[in-house]
Structures are given as C-alpha cells and as structure tokens.
C-alpha cells in the first residue's frame, strides 16, 4: 500500500492546494470535499465519468501529498495493484495535505460550464418495446453547451439523478435527446415509460463525462455500440456530418436481436455518406431471417480488423461491452489513448 495514502487522519478542516504537474493547473480544494469536485467547481477539466467510484475514469498518479477514501473504503473502480502504483481516484478520495498529481485534462474544447437548468418534456416516442426516445425542451433562449457524446443526469425530485447520454448533435442545444431503455424493477425508467408525461417540468445537470469526439484527429474511427449505447453514437455522427467530417467512421451497433435494433439511422448514414460504414450485430438472433452479422458486437470488430494500431476507438453502453472492447481490442494494437468509453453503469443509489 502507498506510504502516500493516510487513512482517516484527524484533520482540521483546512484549504488544500491541488497542482496537477501535466498542466502546472492549481486549485484549492477542503479537506471535506472530493478532490474532482473541487476541480470540477474550479473549472479545471479533470477527466471523469459516474463519480460514484465504479468507472475509473477519474484515475490520476500521486506523486506528493496525502489523500483519504471515505469510511467505504477503496472504490471498486480502481484495483488494490493501481493503488500500490499510487493511483487514486479523484471521484471518491479527499485531500488531507496539498497534493500533486499526474492527469491528462480533457483539452480546451472540453471546456464548459456543467449547469442545472429546468426542462419540459416535449416528447415520450416508444423506439422499441424497451427503449423509448425522451426530448426535453429547455424552456426560453437557453440551451446546453455540451460536447457530442457527453451525458446529463435527470433530475426529479423523487428520484435520486440518473445519468443518460445525449443522443442528438450540439445544433440543436435546447432540444435534449435521449434514449431511455427500461430497466427491470429500476425505478425511474419504470417511471419514464409508466407515468412520466409530455409537459411535466424535470431538470438536468450537465454536460458531463469525457466521451465526446476528437476533431483534432484524422485517425479513422471505430465506434462500438451496445444497446442504447447508440445514443451517443448517434450524436458523434450527426456532428460529424454537420460540420464535414471525412474520416472513415466504421459503427458497429450490438443488440441481441433485430426488434432491439430500434433506428434505421444506421443504414442511412451508410447510404449517403462515403465515409460511413454501419455493421449491426446481433448476439440471440439465431433464424435465417437475419442475414447479417451474429454473435457479440466486439468479436465482429475483431474479426474485420487486422490490426487496430491506427485507429481512434469509442465504445459505449452495457458495461460487459465496453469492458470486452477495451480488453480484446489492446490486443490487436489499439492505444490507450485512443481509446474513448462510457460504460452505461447503473447508479448505487
Ligand atoms: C455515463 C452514463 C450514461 C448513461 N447513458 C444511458 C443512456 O443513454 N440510456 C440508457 O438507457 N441508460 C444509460 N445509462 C444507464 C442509466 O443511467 C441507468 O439504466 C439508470 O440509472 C437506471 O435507473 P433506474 O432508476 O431505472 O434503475 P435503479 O432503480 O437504479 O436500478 C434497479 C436495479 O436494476 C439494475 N440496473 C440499473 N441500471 C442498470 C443498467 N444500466 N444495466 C443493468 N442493470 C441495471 C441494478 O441491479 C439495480 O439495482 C447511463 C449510465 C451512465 C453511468
Ligand atoms: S470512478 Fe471516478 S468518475 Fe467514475
């Protein structure tokens, strides 16, 4: 274990001084708070995902300092070998000096204000027999700034936040789009599909998250999509076709069979765009009435690529899913860091 992690160390409650060393970014941080809630309030675009502890998209190396968990111990998102490497995850620990770290930001595109604003429901569309398309209408001029890909998290005030992945482009930012699918006994998307109703007032906080697409790239994209996975996707593909983008954009769309498939925005994309090339994938499709790919969405990726070496991969949905794509795909030479993912876990609340 790290000579640099404390555990419950009586502290008063002092102002800390967080220096990222990648950066040379500073900012003061409580020792009450979690230290990429301070970043997050200082503007400092530290990357992150569920913030509950469970993604480990919010790792970052202790080089100096002391930081503590909580009483829960060690969050899931991190294993005990990365703690002993003086790894820490920013979402679930606090500063009790001042610290220095190394983490990669999110670049200067990223930088937007995360804001709560109140919306309308405008419309509830069933896409399939399990997944239904929400548009929430910010009322007024406002909109959200957000980046093609990012998240929100649904506010009621019954419920604790749920987190759902904006599933239109950025041109229309006043118009949210998202894909809810409904989870057995989960109590807002039962909600969502039983009792929620067009014009009832609800709020969002975002945007959130990093998995957003990289336009400084002319590396070809792969895009791994599972379930409603396809929502993010979708937004990275209208605004790559909004704003031109030629990149070879390959979308590879898992479900486990054909009704599950609930858009033919795939196809259409394909049709039209050169650079666009849609494989849907089916893993429980078994009948001859589907001819075309069979099995889990990652293995047919694997399958049709060689080597991954150049490629910019995004994955997004069942956390298995993007587990399995960020396990295989290193395999056949895929970087790290262009590697890009949002694992739809569930809340813990
Ligand atoms: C960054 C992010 C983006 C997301 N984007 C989307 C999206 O665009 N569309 C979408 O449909 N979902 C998305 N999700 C997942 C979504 O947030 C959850 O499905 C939702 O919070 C479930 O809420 P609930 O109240 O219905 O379920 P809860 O009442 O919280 O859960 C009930 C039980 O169901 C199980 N469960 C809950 N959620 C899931 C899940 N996702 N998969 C498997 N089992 C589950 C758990 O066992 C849980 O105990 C996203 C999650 C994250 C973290
Ligand atoms: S583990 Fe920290 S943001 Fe997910």
Same mark, same amino acid.
């Given at each position: 274990?790290s000579?640099?992690?404390?555990?419950?160390?009586?502290?008063?409650?002092?102002?800390f001084?967080?220096?990222?060393?990648?950066?040379?970014?500073? =900012?003061?941080?409580s020792?009450?708070?979690f230290i990429?809630?301070?970043?997050?309030?200082?503007?400092?675009?530290?990357?992150?995902?569920?913030?509950?502890?469970?993604c480990?998209?919010?790792?970052?190396t202790? /080089?100096?300092?002391?930081?503590?968990?909580?009483?829960d111990? /060690?969050?899931?998102?991190?294993?005990?070998e990365?703690?002993?490497?003086?790894m820490?995850?920013?979402?679930?620990?606090?500063?009790?000096?001042?610290?220095?770290?190394?983490?990669?930001?999110?670049?200067?595109?990223?930088n937007?204000e995360?804001?709560t604003?109140?919306?309308?429901?405008?419309?509830?569309?069933?896409?399939?027999?399990?997944?239904?398309?929400?548009?929430?209408?910010?009322?007024?001029?406002?909109?959200?700034?957000?980046?093609?890909?990012?998240y929100?998290?649904?506010i009621?005030?019954? =419920?604790?936040?749920?987190?759902?992945? /904006?599933?239109?482009?950025?041109?229309?930012s006043s118009?949210?789009?998202?894909?809810?699918?409904?989870?057995?006994?989960?109590? =807002?998307?039962?909600f969502?599909?039983?009792?929620?109703?067009?014009?009832?007032?609800?709020? /969002?906080?975002?945007?959130?998250?990093?998995?957003?697409?990289?336009?400084?790239?002319?590396?070809?994209?792969?895009?791994v999509?599972?379930?409603?996975?396809?929502?993010?996707?979708?937004?990275?593909?209208?605004?790559?076709?909004?704003?031109?983008?030629?990149?070879?954009?390959?979308?590879?769309?898992g479900?486990?069979?054909?009704?599950?498939?609930?858009?033919?925005?795939?196809y259409?994309?394909?049709?039209?765009?050169?650079?666009?090339?849609?494989?849907?994938?089916?893993?429980?499709?078994?009948?001859?009435s589907?001819q075309?790919?069979k099995?889990y969405?990652?293995?047919?990726?694997?399958?049709?690529?060689?080597?991954l070496?150049?490629?910019e991969?995004?994955?997004?949905?069942?956390?298995?899913?993007?587990?399995?794509v960020?396990?295989?795909?290193a395999?056949?030479?895929?970087?790290?860091?262009?590697?890009?993912?949002?694992?739809?876990?569930?809340?813990?609340?």
């Amino acid at each position: 274990m790290s000579e640099l992690i404390i555990r419950r160390s009586h502290t008063k409650k002092y102002m800390f001084t967080i220096l990222n060393q990648v950066s040379g970014n500073t =900012f003061k941080v409580s020792g009450d708070e979690f230290i990429l809630d301070g970043a997050i309030a200082n503007g400092v675009n530290f990357p992150y995902g569920c913030q509950n502890g469970f993604c480990g998209q919010c790792k970052a190396t202790l /080089i100096d300092g002391e930081v503590d968990y909580t009483e829960d111990g /060690i969050p899931p998102g991190i294993t005990p070998e990365e703690v002993d490497d003086n790894m820490v995850l920013l979402c679930r620990c606090k500063a009790k000096s001042d610290v220095s770290i190394v983490v990669s930001e999110l670049d200067d595109s990223a930088n937007i204000e995360v804001k709560t604003m109140p919306c309308k429901v405008q419309k509830i569309e069933r896409l399939s027999h399990d997944v239904a398309k929400v548009l929430l209408k910010i009322p007024g001029d406002e909109s959200l700034q957000y980046l093609p890909g990012q998240y929100i998290d649904v506010i009621h005030p019954d =419920f604790e936040p749920r987190a759902f992945s /904006i599933a239109n482009s950025p041109a229309n930012s006043s118009l949210i789009e998202i894909h809810v699918r409904l989870i057995n006994d989960g109590k =807002f998307t039962n909600f969502v599909f039983n009792e929620l109703q067009e014009n009832s007032l609800l709020k /969002i906080e975002g945007p959130k998250g990093d998995f957003y697409l990289r336009e400084n790239s002319d590396d070809p994209i792969i895009m791994v999509a599972g379930g409603t996975g396809f929502g993010p996707v979708k937004a990275m593909v209208e605004h790559a076709i909004d704003i031109g983008i030629t990149r070879q954009i390959h979308i590879y769309w898992g479900a486990r069979n054909e009704d599950d498939l609930y858009s033919d925005l795939g196809y259409k994309w394909d049709k039209e765009h050169d650079n666009v090339n849609f494989v849907p994938v089916l893993s429980q499709e078994d009948g001859d009435s589907w001819q075309g790919r069979k099995g889990y969405v990652h293995e047919s990726v694997l399958e049709d690529f060689d080597n991954l070496t150049e490629y910019e991969v995004y994955a997004c949905g069942p956390p298995d899913m993007v587990k399995a794509v960020a396990d295989t795909f290193a395999s056949k030479g895929m970087f790290k860091d262009s590697f890009f993912a949002d694992s739809f876990e569930f809340s813990s609340q």
